[in-house]
Structure formats: structure tokens, C-alpha cells
């Protein structure tokens, strides 16, 4: 028995020193770049990998983690409220309440405003991009997939909620979730309202199919006919503050 135990240890011992004296293999991090809209593989051993992983695993600022906030509203509980010029969605609960989360939303010339209602829903959903998105990155040389299956992966996140017009029409824009959740706080879509995967999972299960949804435009008009938020009751803690950014 002590014979077979020291073969083991050194066994075990010459792996590691092998393990040690070769060089470490390569490990790639794989991301959508919503500027390309394409994949990229980043050898995280790399410098530069290094970094993008270190940008993904990074949070919002402490201000776009989700909060209990006071609502000033005649929106009936069960409502949502996007504001884009403030880059939060707030669930109405009623009683002057409201969830607000922190939100991405669409870059320069992809903002918009008006109210429509949630159409359908999907978990892990896949994605097909629009026409007109498939033919604006044509033109700049980028070809898109036709589909994309859900999962990890997938730039719709963990969940997404579909928003129709009043024609009961897909207005093509979404409420959903992202893998790239440094991305919240900005504005990066091409229209659609962004949110961490953790934060759309908990609003996607409060959310019916038919609930309300009124956008406020990236210049923030009309917001005072909609809301007022009077102030929050949960706030961040020391290691949000010191780590949410």
C-alpha cells in the first residue's frame, strides 16, 4: 500500500511539474459586439482578452441597480414606464410605488417615444434580426444571421417581452435582457430596451401579456405628464457604491 501511494503522489507531482513547465492553454472569450454586430473569440490569456473579460463580468453604476422608489403617476399599477432620457424602466405597484431598474437604450437616431402594450413573451428567446437591420449592415459590409438560438450567448438575454403597437401589430422592439450588462446606463440599441439578465427575469414574471408600456423619448419630453419620481427607498450599499461602476 505505501508502495502504490507513493506512485500515486508521484504521478500526481510529475503532472504538475509538466502542467508548470508547459505553457498555459489558450482560453477564448466569446462576445456579440453590438457595434459589429457579429461574434468575436478573444484569447483571454492575451492582454486584450484579459480586458474584455474583466469589461464583461463589470456592473452598472450603483445609480442603475434596481431600486424601490416613490411614484408620482396616474399609470395604473402593473404598467410600465420607460424613460429614456434617464435610462430607467419602472414597474408601477401601486400606492405611490414603483420598481425602477436601470436600462440601455437605443444610440443616436434609434431613440423613440409612445405607448404600446406587451404582445407576447419568450424565455432564453432567439433572435432574428429585422429586415431593415439585416440591410443597414449590408450595406456596411457586415452580414447578419438569420437566426440566432437562445441561450447565454444570444444578445436578447434571458428574457424578452414584445412590444405591439396599438394595431396589435410587433413594433419590432423588445424589453430584454443582454450579455453585456456594462452596456446598461447607455445608449447602444437599435431601439430596444435593454436590461441586466438578473433584472428582467424578475420584472418578466410580474409582467402579463397585455400589460401597458409607455416610452418617453431620449429627450425626455412629456415626461412630467407621465411621472414623477419623489424619492428612493432602497439605495445602494457600501460594496454596490464602491463596486457597481
Known sequence: MKTFKTLVFGVAAAGMLASLA?????????RYNYATFSWEEVDANAP????LRRMLARKPAAEFMRREVRIKTDEKPGTIIVDSSRRYLYYVEGNGMATRYGVG??????GWSGTMKVGRKAEWPGWTPPATMVVRERAKGR???????GGPGNPLG????????????????????TNQPWTIGQMMS???????NEDVEHLYGRVPVGAK???IGPDGRGAKNVYAET???????????IFGG
Open 143 to 149: 452580414e447578419l444571421p438569420a437566426y440566432m438560438e
Open 190 to 196: 437599435s431601439g430596444c430596451i435593454r436590461m441586466m
Open 213 to 215: 408600456v409607455v416610452v
Open 22 to 30: 508547459s505553457p498555459a492553454a489558450a482560453e477564448t472569450v466569446r
Open 48 to 51: 486584450t482578452g484579459g480586458e
Open 158 to 177: 434571458a428574457r424578452a417581452m414584445y412590444l405591439y403597437n396599438g394595431h396589435g401589430n410587433d413594433s419590432m422592439f423588445r424589453i430584454h435582457g
Open 105 to 110: 437604450v437605443g444610440r443616436e437616431g434609434f
Open 231 to 241: 424619492g428612493v427607498l432602497s439605495r445602494p450599499g457600501l460594496l454596490e457604491t
